[in-house]
């Protein structure tokens, strides 16, 4: 009788006194497994991406000669054919974004039109995957191949009376690496901008049909806004991937045009003048900002954009 008395009295009293130890092992627990999955990421990232970088940022202030702390490497790499190598680099960057951005664009909305589930749209979607991961020497060779000045294609072209090599028209020029970055690019932008697109919600064009909208003004004032930072950060991923390019312009060109990451690759050939060895690293550093920069507004415009279509 007392001690119904005195439980009824005190209900917070802990019968179970290994109650707190048993929560406190699963808390520990779900944090183990928690960062489980972020520190093997964390430390590959580290050593992949981190490290690097630091060894890239460290050398580009650093004498080659006596490792004493020097701007002249900066100085260098920001001056003459250097200079030109990155005009050149973001100027080819900003074509191979905005050409293929608006063909990708269309070719997404094209097939984010067709039947769920028909055979065109896999189809579509499944090549898109493969071509915009085919680059390098392969793709190299493949242009050569076909649009050389002895290509399948430019015999073809010959036979029909088309001489394409008639003008200023030359496969191992910038205009040829553009053409090649676009086999790859149009597929990358198909990939990245088709759940943007997934995104917009019929009941919002059912919502503006409904009061007496048409498609232009759909898109004028609710499709488009909406899709306005997916695609601009989607063009901005193009640019990264274009920017950072390499093996497709080296194997087309052979190092003759003057792109920043083809000087970057000749430094790590040896092919440097004595005493500039560091100056490859401070190329490489203005590489890094300058994606560093494209990263971070490509992060902002997509969280805009993740806002709308969540």
Not at 124 to 148: D, E, K, Q, R, Y
Not at 170 to 180: Q, R
Request: aromatic share 10%.
């Amino acid at each position: 009788m007392a001690d119904n008395i005195v439980t009824a009295a005190a209900p917070g009293i802990r019968k179970d006194p290994g109650a707190r130890p048993s929560s406190l092992g699963r808390s520990v627990v779900g944090t183990a497994r928690r960062l489980g999955g972020v520190v093997p990421f964390s430390v590959y990232v580290l050593l992949g991406l981190g490290l690097p970088t630091a060894a890239v940022a460290v050398g580009a202030f650093q004498d080659s000669v006596n490792g004493s702390f020097t701007f002249s490497n900066i100085n260098i790499a920001s001056h003459g054919i250097y200079l030109t190598g990155f005009r050149t680099s973001i100027e080819l960057s900003v074509i191979a974004a905005l050409i293929p951005g608006v063909a990708g664009l269309l070719i997404a909305y094209a097939i984010f039109t067709a039947q769920h589930g028909s055979v065109l749209r896999r189809v579509a979607i499944t090549a898109s995957g493969v071509f915009a991961n085919f680059g390098g020497v392969p793709l190299a060779f493949l242009f050569i191949a076909s649009l050389g000045p002895t290509g399948i294609v430019t015999a073809w072209l010959n036979d029909l009376g088309i001489n394409i090599y008639a003008g200023n028209f030359s496969l191992f020029s910038l205009t040829g690496v553009l053409l090649a970055y676009m086999y790859f690019q149009i597929p990358l932008m198909i990939l990245v901008i088709l759940p943007a697109l997934e995104g917009l919600r019929p009941a919002w064009r059912e919502a503006a049909h409904n009061l007496g909208a048409h498609n232009w003004q759909y898109w004028r004032y609710v499709g488009g806004p909406v899709l306005a930072p997916s695609f601009l950060g989607c063009v901005l991923l193009l640019f990264g991937s274009s920017f950072s390019a390499y093996a497709t312009a080296e194997a087309m060109t052979a190092g003759a045009l003057p792109l920043t990451s083809i000087q970057i690759g000749s430094f790590l050939n040896g092919n440097v003048i004595a005493g500039q060895q560091n100056v490859g690293k401070a190329l490489g550093l203005g590489m890094v900002l300058i994606i560093a920069v494209v990263m971070i507004i490509y992060t902002l415009l997509q969280r805009r954009a993740a806002r709308w279509l969540r």
